[in-house]
C-alpha cells in the first residue's frame, strides 16, 4: 500500500512574497482556479487579516466552485496578552469563513523572546487558545511551526512543548517549517525522524525554503522520515530564494520509483500537465519561465553538446533522465556553435526542410549569425527562415522597400501619451506596390500597425495574425544607448505561437527584421496564396510551430 | 582533523553547453583568471579534440600564469578497435599539455552497446589503454565515468569492472557522474558509499545535473559518502538544466557547521568572494544573474512580507539564515504594496532621505504606480526620485520641454545600418535654455546623446557619466506592439552603479523617463552644481547606490 500525500500550494500567499510578483485579485482568482483543476488538495490564499485584497479574494473564492482542493485562510496565532476574541487578525481569520485555516506559530525560543518579546509559556498559550477556538468553529487547523528546525537545535524541549499544546488543542496538522531556508538535508531526516517517534499519531508537513539551493531535497527527505503534508509553490515563488517548487517535487514523487512505489498523491494530479501549470501560472504571474526548470523548462531537454545529440538520435535515454511527454514537455535540440552539423540537420528534420543539398551554406550562415550576437537557439522561426532563405528557390511572399518613422513632440511632463508617432512603410508584392502611413502611441506599435496595413492589402489573413510577446536585450551593454539590441518576439495565430528574432543597433530595424521574418513565416504557413487566390482558411502544410506550445490549453 | 576536498570547476566546458551561453576566446580567458583567482583547484578548459576555439584557448591559458589551480583538457577514452596512438582526438588532448587530463568514458552497458556499439571488454580497454597511454606521459588523470549511478543500478559488476581497469591503468580519480541528472540522493549515498568501501583508496569524484533540482543536494550527499572532489560551474551553468552549483555549493560547504567541521576546502577560497565571482562570471558570459540565487542572488536577502521586515529589523537571523556579508551579498528590503510602511521607512532610511513629513503621501505615489505596472524593486534610482519629487522643497537640476525623434529610410535589406536617426532635445535649466540635436544609428542612443549633449552645456560632469545597462519589457503582451513597455536602465560613473525605470506604450518615452531620472540622480549625487560654481569632483554626500555594487572589483 502505498502511503498516501498530501499537496499544499501557497503559490497565492508565500509565492506572492517573491521579488517582482504582485498578483492582482483576478490573478489570484485565475491560479486558484488553474490549482483546482490541476488537483491541488490544499489552495492557500493569503492572509485575509493583513489587507483588503485578500480578505476580498476570500469573498469571491467561494463562487469559484472548487471541484477538489480546500482553500486555506492563513494567519497567525493570537497576540500575546489577550483573548482570541478580542484579537481581530483571528476574528478576520475566522470571517473568511474557510474549510481550512493555516496558522503560523512560534517555535523558537529566540524568536519568542527577541520578535514577540513574550514569555516562553504565553506563546505556548497562543498556540493552544488559537488552535482550540478554530477547532471549535470547526475549522480544519494547519500549524505552521515558524523556525522549526531552528528551534528544534537550540532546545527540543520546547519545541516539543509547542507540538503538545497544539496536539492537546486538537490540531490537525502541524507542518515544520525550515522558515530561513539553512537547514541541511541530514538535520531533516533526524529532526522529522525524531518528531514523528514522539508523535507517530500527528500529521505532519513541512514547509521549506530555497536558501542553501536544498528546498526540494529537504522536503523529499522529510517525506521519507514521516511527512505526509507537502507546502510549495509552483515554480518555486516565495520570499527571497523562493520556497519548494512543487513542479520539481511532483516530477520526482510521479516519476521515480524510489517516491512513486512507496507514496500516492491524488489521483487528480498527472505529472503530463506539469509543464502546462508552470507555464499557467508563470503568464498570469507574468514572470518568465527559467529555461533550465527542472522537467519542466525550456531546456530541460535541451540538447547543446555535439556527442549528445549523436546520442540522442540513438538511444533517447543516453541523455534524458525521463521522456519529456511524461512531464508535458518536449525535446528540443538547439542550434549553436557547439552543437555541430547533428543538431542543424535534426531542427531541420523536425521543421519538414530539405538541407541535404546545401547545407554547407546553412551551417555558414548560421555561424556568421552567432559572431554577430545573433543566437537562434530561441527562435525557431528565425532558423526556419534562414533555411529558407538558403534555398534557390525561395520566393519571398512580400518585399519592404523602404521603412520612415517619427516621433513627434514627445512631452515628458505629461502621464499621458498625448504624442503622435508615425511611420511609413512601402511594400512590393510580386509587381504591385502598397506605400501606408499608420500611426499609434509608440513607434513599435506605428511600425507593426503600417507593416500590417500594408500587407493585409494583399493578404487579408494577416489581420488575425497577433503579435503575442516582445523583449528586447542589449548585447554589448558597454556601448552604452548605441549597443546592439537584440529583439525576440512571439507572434501568434490561434493556438499556434512562433518567435522570430532581429539584431542591430537600431532597436526600429531589430524590430523590423523579426517583424518580417514573423510574417513571412505567417504567410508561408497559413496562407494559400497565389495572387488572385486568396484563402483565409489556415493550412499548416506539414510544418508546425512545436517550439511554442500554447498556454491556454487546458490543465 | 578536517577531510580536504577539491574544486573543480567545469564552467568552460560543461557550463559552455548551457543554452544561451557562448563563450569568446577572450571570456573563456577572462573566466580562468577569475577562477584562478578565487582559488579553484581544477580549472576544466574545454575539449581541445572537438573545436578549434578550444585548441587556441589551451595555448594562450598556458601564458596566464595561473597561482593556484591546475589547467585541465577534457576528452574521451580512444574510439572503440583503435589504438590512443592512433586516435586523432587522444592526441590532441596530449598536444594540449595540461598537468590534468579529464577522460570521459561508459560505465553503462547500455551505453556501450547502444551508442559506442561496441562489446564491454571492448570498452574496459579503452579505459584501461586512455588511463595508460596518458599516465605514460605524466599527466594526472581524472576518468569521468558517465551515467556511473544509471550503470551501477544495472550492473554494478560492470561498474566495478570499469573501476578496476582505471585503477589497474594508474587512474588518479574516478569522477561519478549522474550524467542525466535523475538520481535521488539517497541513491547517490548509497551507490557512493559501496563503492568508496569497495575501493577506500581510490580518489572519488563527483559530477551532478540538476534535472530534478537535487544537484546541489546530491553533491553534499556524495561527499558525506567518501567523495573529495567536487565538479562543478559556477552559477550551476551547464547542459540542460545545468550542473551543480559550486557557488551554491561552497556557501554551503564553508558556512554550514555540518560541513565546514568535517571538511575544508583550500585555503584560498573565501565565501564571501562568492558573490562577486558569480556576478563577475555572469558579466563575461553575459547571462542575467539569478534575482533568486541562493546566497548570492539580489533576492536571497531581500524581505518583502511586512512582518519580516518588522522581525528583521529587531533580529536579524529570524529571517536570515547567515549574515549577507559573509558570502559578500547584501540585505535588500524591496518596496511593495505587501511590504507596508516598514519597508519603505527602512528604504528612504538606507538612502538617507527623510519621510517623516509626508509618509503618507510617498506610499500613495507607490501604490499608485504599482497599479500602473511599474515595480520599484530593482529600481532604486527610481524610488530615490520619487520620494525627492515629493519634497516640496525639490528643485530638479533641469527641466525637458521638448524631444522629437525622427528615423529616416529604414533600409531593412542591408546589413549595415546606414540610416540615420536623430533626435532634438529641449532643456532649461533655470532661465537657460539650449535646444540641441543629435543622430545615431538607432533612436534610443539618439535620443540619449541629445539629452547629454544638451545637459552637458550646463554641467560638464554629465559627459562622464555611462548608461550601463538597458533593458525593455512589456507589460501586457496581449495588447501585442501596442503594449505597455517598461524600461529599466542602470547607469553609472566610475565604480557607481544606479537604476532607474520608464513606463510608456512608447518605447522612446519610457526609455526618456528612465534617463531623465538618471541624469537628475546623478546631478544630486556627484555635483555640487550651482550656477556658475561647476566642479566635476564628485560630491557623495551620504547617499550611496548600495544596491548596484560594482562588477569588477578583485575576487
Given at each position: 500500500?502505498?502511503?498516501?500525500?498530501?499537496?499544499?500550494?501557497t503559490?497565492?500567499?508565500d509565492?506572492?512574497?517573491?521579488?517582482?510578483?504582485?498578483?492582482?485579485?483576478?490573478?489570484?482568482?485565475?491560479?486558484?482556479?488553474?490549482?483546482?483543476?490541476?488537483?491541488?488538495?490544499?489552495?492557500?490564499?493569503?492572509?485575509?487579516?493583513?489587507?483588503?485584497?485578500?480578505e476580498?479574494?476570500?469573498?469571491?473564492?467561494?463562487?469559484?466552485?472548487?471541484?477538489?482542493?480546500?482553500?486555506v485562510?492563513?494567519?497567525a496565532?493570537?497576540?500575546?496578552?489577550?483573548?482570541?476574541e478580542?484579537?481581530?487578525?483571528?476574528?478576520?481569520?475566522?470571517?473568511?469563513?474557510?474549510?481550512?485555516?493555516?496558522?503560523?506559530?512560534?517555535?523558537?525560543?529566540?524568536?519568542?523572546?527577541?520578535?514577540?518579546?513574550?514569555?516562553?509559556?504565553?506563546?505556548?498559550?497562543?498556540?493552544?487558545d488559537?488552535?482550540?477556538?478554530?477547532?471549535?468553529?470547526?475549522?480544519?487547523?494547519?500549524?505552521?511551526?515558524?523556525?522549526?528546525?531552528?528551534g528544534?537545535?537550540?532546545?527540543?524541549d520546547?519545541?516539543?512543548?509547542?507540538?503538545?499544546?497544539a496536539?492537546?488543542?486538537g490540531v490537525?496538522?502541524?507542518?515544520?517549517?525550515?522558515?530561513?531556508?539553512?537547514?541541511?538535508?541530514?538535520?531533516?531526516?533526524?529532526?522529522?525522524?525524531?518528531?514523528?517517534?514522539?508523535?507517530p499519531?500527528?500529521?505532519?508537513?513541512?514547509?521549506?525554503?530555497?536558501?542553501?539551493?536544498?528546498?526540494?531535497?529537504?522536503?523529499l527527505?522529510?517525506?521519507?522520515?514521516?511527512?505526509?503534508?507537502?507546502?510549495?509553490?509552483?515554480?518555486?515563488?516565495?520570499?527571497?530564494c523562493g520556497?519548494?517548487n512543487?513542479?520539481?517535487?511532483?516530477?520526482?514523487l510521479?516519476?521515480?520509483?524510489?517516491?512513486?512505489?512507496?507514496?500516492?498523491?491524488?489521483?487528480?494530479?498527472?505529472?503530463?500537465?506539469l509543464?502546462?501549470?508552470?507555464?499557467?501560472?508563470?503568464?498570469?504571474?507574468?514572470?518568465?519561465?527559467?529555461?533550465?526548470?527542472?522537467?519542466?523548462?525550456?531546456?530541460?531537454?535541451?540538447?547543446?553538446?555535439?556527442?549528445?545529440?549523436?546520442?540522442i538520435?540513438k538511444?533517447?535515454?543516453?541523455?534524458?533522465?525521463?521522456d519529456?511527454?511524461l512531464?508535458?514537455?518536449?525535446?528540443?535540440?538547439?542550434?549553436?556553435?557547439?552543437?555541430?552539423?547533428?543538431?542543424?540537420?535534426?531542427?531541420?528534420?523536425?521543421?519538414?526542410?530539405?538541407?541535404s543539398?546545401?547545407?554547407?551554406?546553412?551551417?555558414?550562415?548560421?555561424k556568421?549569425?552567432?559572431?554577430?550576437?545573433?543566437t537562434?537557439?530561441?527562435?525557431?522561426?528565425?532558423?526556419e527562415?534562414?533555411?529558407?532563405?538558403?534555398?534557390?528557390?525561395?520566393?519571398?511572399?512580400?518585399?519592404?522597400?523602404?521603412?520612415?518613422?517619427n516621433?513627434?513632440?514627445?512631452?515628458?511632463?505629461?502621464?499621458?501619451?498625448?504624442?503622435?508617432?508615425?511611420?511609413?512603410?512601402?511594400?512590393?508584392?510580386?509587381?504591385?506596390?502598397a506605400?501606408?502611413?499608420?500611426?499609434?502611441?509608440?513607434?513599435?506599435?506605428?511600425?507593426?500597425?503600417?507593416?500590417?496595413?500594408a500587407?493585409?492589402?494583399?493578404?487579408p489573413?494577416?489581420?488575425?495574425?497577433?503579435?503575442?510577446?516582445?523583449?528586447?536585450?542589449i548585447?554589448?551593454?558597454?556601448?552604452?544607448?548605441?549597443?546592439?539590441?537584440?529583439?525576440?518576439?512571439?507572434?501568434?495565430?490561434?493556438?499556434?505561437?512562433?518567435?522570430?528574432?532581429?539584431?542591430?543597433?537600431?532597436?526600429?530595424?531589430?524590430?523590423?527584421?523579426a517583424?518580417?521574418?514573423?510574417?513571412q513565416?505567417?504567410?508561408?504557413?497559413?496562407?494559400?496564396?497565389?495572387?488572385?487566390?486568396?484563402?483565409?482558411?489556415?493550412?499548416h502544410?506539414?510544418?508546425?510551430?512545436?517550439?511554442?506550445v500554447?498556454?491556454?490549453?487546458?490543465?
Amino acid at each position: 500500500m502505498s502511503k498516501q500525500l498530501f499537496l499544499y500550494d501557497t503559490t497565492l500567499r508565500d509565492g506572492a512574497q517573491y521579488k517582482g510578483i504582485s498578483f492582482s485579485l483576478q490573478d489570484k482568482l485565475k491560479i486558484t482556479q488553474l490549482l483546482d483543476d490541476f488537483g491541488m488538495d490544499y489552495i492557500e490564499g493569503g492572509w485575509p487579516g493583513s489587507n483588503p485584497k485578500d480578505e476580498a479574494y476570500f469573498r469571491h473564492a467561494k463562487n469559484l466552485g472548487l471541484q477538489h482542493a480546500k482553500l486555506v485562510a492563513f494567519g497567525a496565532t493570537r497576540k500575546p496578552l489577550t483573548t482570541v476574541e478580542q484579537d481581530a487578525q483571528i476574528q478576520s481569520l475566522l470571517s473568511a469563513n474557510t474549510p481550512v485555516v493555516a496558522l503560523v506559530s512560534k517555535f523558537w525560543q529566540y524568536h519568542v523572546e527577541t520578535v514577540l518579546r513574550t514569555d516562553l509559556k504565553e506563546n505556548l498559550s497562543m498556540i493552544f487558545d488559537s488552535v482550540a477556538f478554530f477547532k471549535s468553529h470547526n475549522r480544519e487547523v494547519v500549524l505552521d511551526a515558524e523556525h522549526f528546525f531552528d528551534g528544534f537545535k537550540d532546545s527540543p524541549d520546547y519545541a516539543y512543548q509547542c507540538l503538545e499544546a497544539a496536539i492537546e488543542a486538537g490540531v490537525d496538522n502541524v507542518t515544520l517549517c525550515d522558515t530561513n531556508g539553512g537547514t541541511m538535508p541530514s538535520d531533516i531526516t533526524s529532526i522529522v525522524s525524531k518528531v514523528h517517534a514522539k508523535f507517530p499519531q500527528l500529521s505532519l508537513g513541512i514547509h521549506c525554503h530555497n536558501d542553501c539551493e536544498l528546498a526540494v531535497a529537504n522536503s523529499l527527505a522529510s517525506i521519507k522520515s514521516g511527512v505526509t503534508l507537502i507546502q510549495g509553490t509552483v515554480n518555486g515563488y516565495g520570499e527571497r530564494c523562493g520556497n519548494a517548487n512543487l513542479i520539481s517535487l511532483l516530477g520526482t514523487l510521479l516519476l521515480k520509483p524510489t517516491f512513486n512505489q512507496a507514496y500516492a498523491v491524488n489521483s487528480n494530479v498527472k505529472a503530463s500537465h506539469l509543464s502546462t501549470l508552470s507555464k499557467q501560472v508563470a503568464d498570469v504571474a507574468n514572470m518568465p519561465l527559467k529555461a533550465d526548470a527542472a522537467y519542466v523548462g525550456n531546456n530541460a531537454f535541451s540538447h547543446k553538446g555535439g556527442i549528445h545529440v549523436a546520442a540522442i538520435a540513438k538511444a533517447s535515454k543516453t541523455y534524458e533522465h525521463i521522456d519529456p511527454a511524461l512531464v508535458g514537455n518536449q525535446r528540443d535540440i538547439t542550434i549553436s556553435e557547439l552543437s555541430g552539423k547533428s543538431n542543424v540537420q535534426l531542427q531541420a528534420k523536425k521543421l519538414g526542410l530539405d538541407v541535404s543539398r546545401n547545407f554547407d551554406q546553412v551551417l555558414e550562415s548560421i555561424k556568421s549569425l552567432e559572431k554577430n550576437g545573433l543566437t537562434l537557439e530561441n527562435a525557431p522561426g528565425s532558423f526556419e527562415m534562414l533555411v529558407r532563405k538558403q534555398d534557390e528557390s525561395y520566393q519571398p511572399h512580400f518585399t519592404v522597400l523602404n521603412i520612415q518613422s517619427n516621433v513627434n513632440d514627445l512631452n515628458i511632463s505629461s502621464p499621458h501619451n498625448s504624442e503622435l508617432c508615425t511611420a511609413t512603410v512601402k511594400v512590393r508584392v510580386k509587381n504591385k506596390f502598397a506605400h501606408v502611413v499608420e500611426e499609434a502611441s509608440g513607434p513599435v506599435d506605428a511600425l507593426n500597425l503600417a507593416l500590417k496595413k500594408a500587407l493585409t492589402s494583399f493578404f487579408p489573413q494577416v489581420r488575425d495574425m497577433q503579435l503575442t510577446d516582445y523583449k528586447v536585450s542589449i548585447l554589448d551593454p558597454e556601448k552604452a544607448s548605441a549597443a546592439t539590441t537584440r529583439v525576440w518576439l512571439q507572434s501568434g495565430y490561434k493556438q499556434e505561437r512562433w518567435a522570430t528574432i532581429g539584431c542591430s543597433d537600431n532597436i526600429l530595424k531589430a524590430s523590423a527584421q523579426a517583424l518580417i521574418d514573423s510574417y513571412q513565416l505567417f504567410l508561408i504557413k497559413f496562407s494559400d496564396f497565389t495572387e488572385g487566390k486568396q484563402t483565409t482558411v489556415p493550412k499548416h502544410h506539414s510544418l508546425n510551430f512545436h517550439h511554442e506550445v500554447s498556454h491556454n490549453g487546458n490543465a
